[in-house]
């Protein structure tokens, strides 16, 4: 027998535009590095857009926010929801339109449930001994949105989706170094300990917000890492048209551009955390439309 649907904010029933509705106020809400289904993308694939990243946030959130004797159960229930996209109708308002999404474009559940599978993984790791753990990480965390991504915008095929893989990977690590501190205060250190061995940088240090020269050539290296991660992906955009293509390309500019700013700090991440900012972004959006009517 199934466990009592417990996720918060079941509410009434709602309409699919409603529904949507939903997804939209719950993904703006939230304050991220990276445009969400920005006007570079087509209207009519946006709503798509903001339904799947609405899915992805509730699933952060119910790890971040949810108090743990309830964590499991409400990842157990979500998991049951997604069942629901292909053999009824969900419980949750908002899901609604996150099943509408999913028919329309065909997505299976796998996407869905390694997002869940990742929320999974947070309560229990705060450690990744190897960097091939923590990529298996970043393939339930971030690939999974990639997928999605591509889905709404009309692309399923498999080496498409496999070189989305190599961008969002190295969205998830660069945001994890521009995070150090952050992390740390949550008691999670993303940091492969195979890397602080190789480097001679210890824990301590990171407590301590040092920046030595062990830690600098540790964040050297994983930003040359990364940035192969971006140039790999950077395949994925000659394989696109249109605004697809020029979104996808912001994605990976917006990741560099953080990437540099830790660089710029002397890769201090912890008094002067990188981003992007507003003015940044517009120049950003108005140099890809040029090359959009350009043909580039």
């Not at 409400?74 to 999913?102: C, I, W």
């Amino acid at each position: 027998m199934s466990q009592p649907f417990v996720l918060p904010g079941l509410g009434p029933p709602v309409s699919l535009d409603q529904s949507y509705e939903l997804c939209e106020r719950l993904a703006t809400s939230h304050y991220e590095n990276f445009s969400v289904g920005s006007w570079l993308l087509p209207k009519s694939a946006r709503r798509h857009v903001y339904a799947m990243y609405a899915f992805s946030r509730f699933v952060d959130d119910l790890g971040d926010e949810a108090e743990l004797p309830h964590r499991s159960l409400y990842l157990y229930n979500l998991e049951q929801e997604v069942n629901r996209f292909y053999e009824g109708s969900p419980l949750h308002p908002m899901l609604l339109a996150v099943q509408d999404t999913a028919k329309r474009f065909q997505i299976p559940a796998e996407p869905f449930l390694k997002l869940i599978h990742a929320n999974r993984m947070d309560q229990e790791k705060t450690r990744f001994e190897t960097y091939d753990e923590l990529a298996f990480y970043c393939d339930h965390s971030a690939n999974p949105c990639g997928r999605l991504f591509l889905y709404v915008c009309g692309h399923d095929e498999p080496e498409l989706q496999r070189l989305s893989d190599f961008t969002c990977t190295a969205l998830q690590l660069t945001n994890f170094w521009q995070d150090v501190a952050i992390d740390w205060g949550k008691g999670r250190v993303y940091l492969p300990q195979e890397d602080l061995r190789r480097f001679g940088c210890r824990e301590e240090e990171i407590a301590s917000q040092s920046v030595t020269p062990a830690f600098v050539e540790l964040m050297k290296f994983e930003i040359a890492r990364t940035r192969d991660l971006f140039a790999k992906g950077l395949a994925l955009v000659d394989r696109l048209q249109g605004r697809v293509r020029m979104d996808i390309r912001l994605f990976t500019r917006g990741g560099s551009a953080l990437l540099d700013g830790i660089e710029a700090n002397g890769h201090d991440v912890y008094r002067r955390r990188p981003t992007v900012s507003k003015g940044k972004k517009l120049r950003m959006m108005l140099g890809e439309t040029v090359r959009l009517l350009l043909g580039l």
